[in-house]
């Protein structure tokens, strides 16, 4: 009864196959008469953007270029939308491989160490862009390495998976992946591709494995179960019933297997279109591709989900690494071209609004790390946001500075340095302005003092003079309104009395000022001395600030206020 195990296993497998087997991520027909192939990998949608991956290849199995297949007149509908279709060409997006191993306690260690090896095999060709994730299935089904494309990363996890106890989780592989996928959506690469890795001892021993990859339908992404053993030649069965989906290997050349995969997924065109913003929501919809002029039956449709709706790049979580140092870890991975300071704002969240200053940037290579050297940093709130940073999966998904991401720094209190780097601007601006300012008070002091000493020569030359019938003296006036820095000058000889007012007729000196009256008071020489006498009770008249009544003797530099006037006498 033990030598019928195997056989028996081997034939239950078979049937599982041929009622679970995993059918392909598309609804393909293809023409036949010399037309080729025509399917559909897969639709990536993040509305308003959708990628369509497909393959075209001719009768001999050659990949039809993007321009043969523009020509033939592709077109392309979303359920009874119809698309453009006319951006198309070899695919270029990067690939996320999600690789499940089947690392149960069964599998001879050999055999594991060799899947092993195909995995690193799979992780040194990879594009630079390209993303990996790993899982295991021993035990229950547990993601081991989150998708990135740091092989260094990819490394390290992929050494610490080790065989373990408990028959491989198939079933609750596919809910973890699409959980995975669902929540990560927009992080993860457009293309996707889920690469499992089993033994065939494995598989007759746990046919369920073929049940758990029938549920790759619901992932949206190409789905491949690699199945090592002695003679797979005897499994090739598989690979037809499953229309090559289930790959039988050699353990030694299951590394070569997904090479040749990751070169047949170069060939792929892409198909770059928008979708109304409308469709976005939780519906699905039919996606098909077709050629008419190459006959009706050349089509392609498959159903994807339009639950998803584009979100900007942003900051999701902002570390403080020291003084200097910000490390921001962003919501997807972003253009690694975007390496100016000019991208990144920080500020604070106080009256000073501090833009703190970004001296260099440093991405990662999987584009959702960015370390940023600012200006030193102080305690208090902050937040940063990034100025018209792409996406790296979108080129058109353009970040905005409205989202803000705000963080705590509760060390390094603000000194001395803080406060002269806040003030230096305004400080050497108010500097510049009284510069200026004493630059005029000089000015006009050195004109003041020049008017002086000209009043002082007419005096001296006055006094020359012979006598004269009426007491005379020379005086010069200097006077300027409230609120006013021009002065206006008046010198002469007074002989007996000068009327100061407001009205020229009727005054030797008239004041344009509305507060003056007609006749305000008389300036009188008496001797040697100058005298100023009211005219006007209601007309007062202020010395040095101190109203007078009757008459006053004034001495030199004596200033007179008439109403909104001062006059400022040098005899």
């Known amino acids: 009864m033990k030598t019928l195990r195997y056989p028996l296993a081997l034939f239950a497998a078979l049937v599982l196959c041929l009622l679970t087997a995993p059918a392909p991520r598309a609804d393909t027909t293809t023409m036949t008469g010399g ?10 949608v993040n509305v308003p953007d959708m990628n369509v991956f497909f393959y075209a290849q001719d009768a001999e199995g050659n990949a039809y270029t993007p321009t043969m297949v523009q020509a ?3 077109e392309l509908t979303l359920g009874d939308h119809t698309l453009d279709a006319s951006s198309l060409g070899q695919a270029s997006s990067p690939v996320c491989y999600l690789v499940v191993l089947d690392n149960s306690a069964e599998i001879e260690p050999a055999d594991f160490r060799q899947m092993r090896g195909a995995v690193w095999q799979l992780i040194r060709h990879k594009e630079p862009n390209d993303q990996i994730a790993l899982y295991t299935l021993a035990g229950g089904a547990a993601c081991v390495q989150p998708a990135t494309s740091d092989a260094s990363s990819l490394y390290t996890a992929l050494a610490g998976i080790e065989q373990a106890e408990g028959a491989p989780d198939a079933a609750g592989a596919p809910a973890l992946l699409l959980g995975d996928i669902q929540r990560d959506y927009q992080a993860l690469a457009p293309r996707k591709a889920v690469f499992l890795c089993t033994a065939a001892a494995s598989l007759f021993r746990q046919p369920a494995l073929l049940a758990g ?52 997924m170069a060939s792929a065109l ?18 098909t591709l077709s050629i008419p002029s190459l006959g009706s039956a050349v089509q392609s449709s498959t159903t994807v989900y339009m639950g998803f709706r584009m979100t900007r790049p942003q900051v999701e979580k902002v570390e403080v690494l020291g003084r200097n140092t910000l490390r921001l870890t962003m919501n997807q991975a972003v253009n690694p071209n975007a390496t100016r300071p000019q991208f990144y704002r920080v500020a604070s969240n106080d009256i000073w609004n501090w833009h703190v200053p970004v001296r260099e940037v440093e991405i990662s290579e999987d584009g959702r790390i960015v370390l940023l050297t600012t200006d030193p940093l102080y305690k208090g709130n902050y937040n940063v946001a990034l100025n018209k940073v792409s996406s790296r999966l979108s080129p058109a998904n353009v970040s905005s500075l409205r989202d803000e991401t705000d963080f705590t720094i509760a060390v390094w209190p603000r000194d001395r340095a803080f406060y002269l780097a806040r003030f230096r601007a305004p400080l050497l601006l108010a500097a510049a302005v009284l510069a200026v300012l004493a630059l005029q008070w000089r000015r006009l002091r050195r004109r003041d003092r020049a008017a002086e000493q000209t009043a002082e020569a007419e005096h001296l030359l006055a006094g020359t003079q012979g006598p004269a019938a009426l007491p005379r003296r020379w005086v010069t006036l200097f006077w300027a309104q409230k609120g006013s820095i021009a002065e206006s000058r008046w010198a002469g000889m007074v002989e007996s009395s ?26 009188c020489v008496r001797g040697e001395s100058l005298l100023v006498q009211t005219l006007d009770p209601g007309a007062p008249v202020f010395v040095n600030g101190e109203r007078i009544e009757g008459e006053h003797r004034l001495q030199n530099n004596d200033a007179l206020r008439l109403g909104r006037t001062t ?5």
Not at 567 to 571: A, K
């Open 72 to 74: 033939a007149g592709l």
């Open 213 to 264: 990859a029938s549920g790759a339908g619901t992932l949206n992404a190409a789905f491949y179960t690699f199945v090592g053993g002695p003679s797979p030649q005897a499994l090739e069965v598989l690979r037809a019933l499953s229309n090559g989906q289930i790959i039988p290997c050699a353990m030694d050349e299951m590394g070569d297997g997904m090479l040749a995969l990751q070169q047949q």
């Open 35 to 44: 037309a080729g192939a025509f399917r559909l990998e897969q639709a990536y």
């Open 498 to 523: 000068l009327i100061l007012g407001s009205d020229a007729a009727q005054c030797d000196l008239c004041l344009p000022d509305a507060q003056v009256r007609a006749q305000h008071c008389v300036l």
């Open 567 to 571: 006059v400022r006498l040098v005899l």
């Open 270 to 287: 892409e198909l770059r279109t928008e979708v109304p913003e409308n469709l976005a929501g939780e519906r699905q919809e039919i996606v």
